[in-house]
């Protein structure tokens, strides 16, 4: 007999219509309950790949006009609605760190970069990735835009070391070589060097202003220090995790180092463009440094790199228009913004804060303490922003916790934590996210299976071993 296969997209269809048919819970608004059935389907049908990520977020944002779910007798306000994602200034900071990588690439700078990398640290596919997340974790402290530290930093000397050795993006066989690896070992330890400092992230400063509003007190200082120890075991611990569950197919380089070398000989001095294209880094670290001395934001930096780069002729607009891994990102994932922040706006979100606080009002602060904390790691798989995360949930659920007993700095400290640390579960969660995804290394399965597993690997050392060393510091 054979096999009735159901279609991806049958089914990505019947769990909309399900949902969206459902009457809406008491204290859902209708609108709400609409967008989320939307915003299921479209997730679902990624996942399953009924269709072209793009693909789907155009069906999201036509059904969402139609139904005019954001502006109800407004059909004009609801597609601008609709749209509004496109106008996100994270979104285009997304985007132009695509170009910014397509200048290492095309001057040649990332080459001599990697291969110095390679000279320092490339016996081995895995100090490939101790040396990378050593970066990102030098730069967080200074750097509070993981977006600008991962995607316009980290990423293109990521991408042209994993290519110099062979692991080529549009040649998907090669992808195991070394570039996967490398790919998900630098994103997660983005997220955790963002985790470790108050200024690794831009929520966490949102973080610390909740807490502060419920009489609890979080400093530079005092962030680094409860987050130190599980931030460095974390450190340590991930990239081994990955070479375990998802190994590279290169894993001894034998005589990369002296190999780097020579490669690095016969590339000769330095050319005019890498010199542009190394001021132009030098620019964007010092801005998005001291962005905050000068009111310049990110996005604003990653423009002016971008148009020094062109009007030096580094890049060209044909580059630009060419790259277009950069422009699937920005549609598909303002989107995702789009929809998440209206979820929220919505008051969906704030529903969802208040069931919890109902199932778990009667348990001891023992048991409430890591529900709290897993509600808020999973629930993420509904964001795609931890921004907008933070600020739907954080409040909701430390205010939960304190009222029934949770230690408020244990608590605190952890929620903030997590908000960067639940970015591994899914493609879209953090900032950084699409950028590595967009880079085509990793196929969708591989990212959300193996990131669930770095997730509860990281939850668990920031919970137990960040939970005893938050006792024996004396924060609770």
Known sequence: MNEVKIPQSLITLAVGIAIWLIPAPDG???????????????????????????????VAIALTAFFQVLAPGDPGKSITLALRGLGDKVIWLIGISFFIARGFIKTGLGNRIAFLFVRIF??????????????????APAVPSNTARGGGIVYPIMKSMAMSFG???DQPETHRKLGAYLTLSSYNANLIASSMFLTGTASNPMCQKFALNLGIKISWIS????????????????????????????????????????????????SRNEWLMLLTFFILLFLWMTGDLFSIDATTTAFIGLIVLLLTSVLTWEDVKGEKGAWDTIVWFA??????????????????????????????????????????????????SATAHVAAMYAALLGVGVSLGI??????????????????????????????????????????????????????????????????????
């Open 335 to 384: 989107v995702l913004v789009m929809m998440a922040s209206s979820l929220n706006e919505l008051g969906f979100i704030g529903w969802f804060s208040n069931l919890i606080k109902v199932q778990i009002g009667g348990l001891s602060w023992e048991m409430a303490f890591p529900i709290i904390i897993l509600v808020y790691f999973f629930s993420h798989y509904l964001f795609a």
């Open 28 to 58: 859902v608004v209708i609108e709400a309950w609409h967008l989320f059935a939307i915003f299921v389907a479209t997730i679902l049908g990624i996942i399953l790949k009924a269709a072209p990520m793009g693909t789907m977020c155009m």
């Open 407 to 476: 230690p408020g700095l244990l608590l605190a400290f952890m929620l903030g934590f997590v908000g960067s640390i639940y970015g591994t579960l899914t493609h879209y969660g953090h900032g950084p996210a699409p950028v590595f995804f967009g880079s085509g290394y990793v196929d969708l399965k591989s990212w959300w299976v193996k990131g669930l597993i770095t997730g509860l690997v990281m939850l668990f050392i920031y919970m137990v071993i960040g939970g005893l060393w938050l006792k024996l510091i004396g924060d609770f």
């Open 122 to 139: 490339g016996k081995s596919s895995l100090g490939l990735a101790y040396g990378l997340s050593l970066a990102d974790l030098v730069l």
């Open 223 to 270: 962030w680094a220090t409860a987050a130190i120890v599980p931030g460095l075991v974390a450190f340590f611990v991930i990239p081994l995790v990955l070479y375990k569950i998802y190994p590279p197919e290169l894993k001894k380089t034998g005589d990369a180092p002296q190999i780097a070398a020579a490669k690095l000989k016969e590339m000769g001095p330095i």
């Open 167 to 169: 692991s080529m993006p």
